[in-house]
Structures are given as structure tokens and as C-alpha cells.
């Protein structure tokens, strides 16, 4: 599956706290419509591409959006899929406008729900608000037939939180919607907010297992939902849950794009490095290897890889 | 297909890991699902583990993918 990742813009209607979109910035920089599709052409001339993602910032509330996806799904004819917080689809008009641009394509869009708690979400979005407006737009997005996926980021405010969100996720949506858990990028910025964001496998990975032991009960129940862990390596994990593991992405992001303040960083780049995988020493003789995601380079810059524990 | 075994704490048993690429090379044998309905007494029996999870994109929610029953 090879994707090309374009950010389309930075601004944004969320401060998340673990963003550095969030950070402050005079000019926020963004792609003109003509640019985009500059970007698609060329990417297109390089790569075969398989899917086409979009993000930001917020891509829904760029200038760029609407015109975009009306070019990757009809022109293009392309399976598109979408990081978004959803608020702007909270709007029945607005939905409406982008299912018309999205047409018969394949679509799909990820959502970011970060507590069941409302306080807690708002607090990590920094937005009083926010979550009813993300739970209005994902129920409307839902209602109308799309793809849709909510996605946990596990962090240090929240982690403990995750065995009663399965609840909440299990009550709140139809089965069709999936749920991805997933740990973050510690990079510079995530680091600024250090009793927030980083937790390390050994405090979070108790509570995925709980929260998996309660996925396991409704599986047996009879629902069907598709639930996923990401960027968490198999030898932090009990085998028992590795079912629910995904492989590795890290040759999936075959073009990426995104403004920048500084020129040379907004260049169009292809087979983009992402950051995650199996680099280290302690990797190379582990016989899940292939299988295995690995984690965030950046965990390991943070946290040492001591927790590294190679199956052989 | 590679085949590892593995300590579960969980269950206070070893059990066999085949990593398959694709779910036709996993066909049959013991599955996961077998593995959280207690189906299947994993004790001797390989588990096929087939995550290449296409699905998250475009596949279908309903759609488990990953493992081959
Ligand atoms: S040692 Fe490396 S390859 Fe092995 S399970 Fe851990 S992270 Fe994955």
C-alpha cells in the first residue's frame, strides 16, 4: 500500500497540547489549490500510488480542501483518506459538500477522540467545546455511511483512562467504526509538556491489556469492530495480545508534503523516513523483526532502549 | 513460514508463532479468535499470526483481515 502524505495547511480550530502545529505562529503556512495539484502531478510522474491522506493543521478548514478532494476522488479517481478532528463535519451543509466532492470514491477518515471524560479531551485539545463538536461531527460522518476510525493517542495524562474508553467507544459507535491505539511521537516539541505527554511501555502497557482483555469480551460477544495498536513493538506485549498489533507502516509513506517556514522543508520528498521502526542493535537478531513495528525513534532517544526484548 | 515460539504470561504457557505473509498461506490450523474464545487449547498448536492489515485503509471495518480462520 503506498501513500502519498500531504499536510495541506497548519492552521487549525484545536491547541493541542502534544501539536507542534499548536505552537504560536505569526504566518500560518499553507499549499494554494494550484500547488496541490502541482504536487499530486509530480508525485504521480515518480510513484504508483495506491491512497492519498491528507492533513495538517486541520485540512478541513483550509481554503484548498473542498477543490482538492473533488481532484483526488474524480480526477484522479483515488482512495482518500483523512486526519481530521471532524468539528467542521458537525455542520450538516458542510458534510454535504464534501460527500458530493468525495463522490463514489473510497474514503475514509481518522478521528482522534484523546478521553471519554469531555473535561479531559478539551484539556489535552486545549479547547472548551471540543468534544461534544468532534462527537457531533464523527456521528454525523458516521450516519452517513463513511469509513471511519477513532483514534487514541496514549499519553501520560490519559493512559490509564483506556480500559473504560473501550467502553465508551463500544457504547458510543456501531461496529463499522474502528479504533486505533496509538503511541506518539515524543519529538522536541511533545517533550516541552514532559508531566503530559511521554509514558513509557512498561506504565502504559498494563492498561492496553486491560483495555484489549475488554475488546476480547466484546469479540466474544459478537461484535466485529476492527481495533488496532500502533508504533508499539511486539516484545512489550504479552504475545497472547499481538493479534491486534499492526505491521509495520514504515515504507508506506511513498511522497510527503508539507509547508514549511523554511523553503527546502516544503519541498515535495519521497520514501519519507517516518520516524518509526526497528533500527536498533538490539533488533537485528530478533526473529519477529518482520513483523514487529517497532516504536518511535524518538522513544528510544527519550527513554533509552532498554526496553528492547528481543525474541529469540 | 517462519515459526517462533513464545512465552505468554498471561496464559503460563508457550505457544508457536507462524508469521505468514498473506492470510492464503495461513489458511486452517489455530487462530487467535480460536486463541480468546478458548476454543482451541493452543498448547501444540501453531498460532498464525497474519497482520499486514490492509484494511485500515479502505477494506471495510467489518472486515478482521488480519487473521485467517
Ligand atoms: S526487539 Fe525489536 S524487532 Fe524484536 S520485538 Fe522488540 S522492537 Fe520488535
Given at each position: 500500500m503506498k501513500t502519498a502524505y500531504y499536510a495541506i495547511g497548519l492552521r487549525c480550530n484545536l491547541r493541542c497540547i502534544?501539536?507542534?502545529?499548536?505552537?504560536?505562529?505569526?504566518d500560518y503556512k499553507y499549499f494554494t489549490l494550484e500547488e496541490l495539484k502541482d504536487t499530486i502531478e509530480e508525485t504521480l510522474k515518480v510513484k504508483d500510488i495506491d491512497n492519498f491522506l491528507l492533513s495538517g493543521?486541520?485540512?478541513?478548514?483550509?481554503?484548498?480542501f473542498i477543490p482538492i478532494v473533488e481532484y483526488i476522488c474524480q480526477e484522479k479517481k483515488r482512495p482518500l483518506s483523512l486526519l481530521t478532528n471532524a468539528i467542521v463535519f458537525s455542520k450538516n451543509k458542510f458534510l454535504e459538500r464534501f460527500l458530493s466532492a468525495v463522490g463514489n470514491s473510497k474514503f475514509e477518515m481518522v478521528t482522534a477522540v484523546h478521553n471519554h471524560i469531555p473535561e479531559k479531551h478539551d484539556y489535552l485539545t486545549q479547547t472548551k467545546g471540543s468534544f461534544e463538536k468532534t462527537l457531533t461531527g464523527l456521528k454525523n460522518c458516521v450516519s452517513s455511511g463513511i469509513n471511519t476510525s477513532v483514534k487514541y493517542n496514549i499519553v501520560n495524562y490519559n493512559y490509564k483512562d483506556l480500559p473504560e474508553f473501550i467502553d465508551f467507544v463500544y457504547e458510543t459507535f456501531p461496529d463499522e467504526v474502528g479504533l486505533i491505539l496509538c503511541n506518539i511521537d515524543i519529538s522536541g516539541f511533545a517533550r516541552k509538556n514532559k508531566d503530559v505527554i511521554p509514558v513509557s511501555f512498561e506504565k502504559s502497557n498494563p492498561y492496553i491489556e486491560k483495555a484489549l482483555d475488554k475488546v476480547i469480551k466484546y469479540m466474544n460477544n459478537g461484535w466485529k469492530r476492527n481495533v488496532r495498536i500502533f508504533?508499539?513493538?511486539?516484545?512489550?506485549?504479552?504475545?497472547?495480545?499481538?493479534?491486534f498489533i499492526n505491521k509495520s507502516t514504515k515504507d508506506d509513506v511513498a511522497a510527503y508534503r508539507s509547508p514549511d517556514v523554511i523553503e527546502e522543508n516544503s519541498k515535495l520528498m519521497f520514501d519519507f523516513p517516518s520516524g518509526t521502526g526497528t533500527p536498533f542493535d538490539e533488533c537485528k537478531d530478533c526473529k519477529v523483526i518482520d513483523i514487529c513495528p517497532g516504536s518511535w525513534e524518538s522513544y528510544a532517544e527519550y527513554?533509552?532502549?532498554?526496553?528492547l526484548r528481543p525474541v529469540n | 513460514m517462519k515459526k517462533v515460539e513464545v512465552f505468554s504470561k498471561k496464559l503460563n504457557k508457550s505457544f508457536t508463532v507462524s508469521l505468514a505473509d498473506s492470510c492464503k498461506e495461513g489458511k486452517g490450523g489455530t487462530t487467535y479468535t480460536d486463541l480468546y474464545t478458548g476454543?482451541?487449547?493452543?498448547?501444540d498448536q501453531s498460532l498464525k499470526l497474519i497482520n499486514d492489515w490492509d484494511s485500515w485503509v479502505n477494506q471495510g471495518w467489518s472486515n478482521w483481515g488480519a487473521i485467517c480462520v
Open positions: 502534544f501539536c507542534p502545529c499548536s505552537e504560536e505562529q505569526p493543521g486541520e485540512p478541513t478548514i483550509q481554503k484548498s508504533t508499539t513493538p511486539l516484545c512489550t506485549l504479552d504475545p497472547y495480545y499481538w493479534y527513554y533509552g532502549t532498554g526496553f | 476454543k482451541a487449547d493452543v498448547k
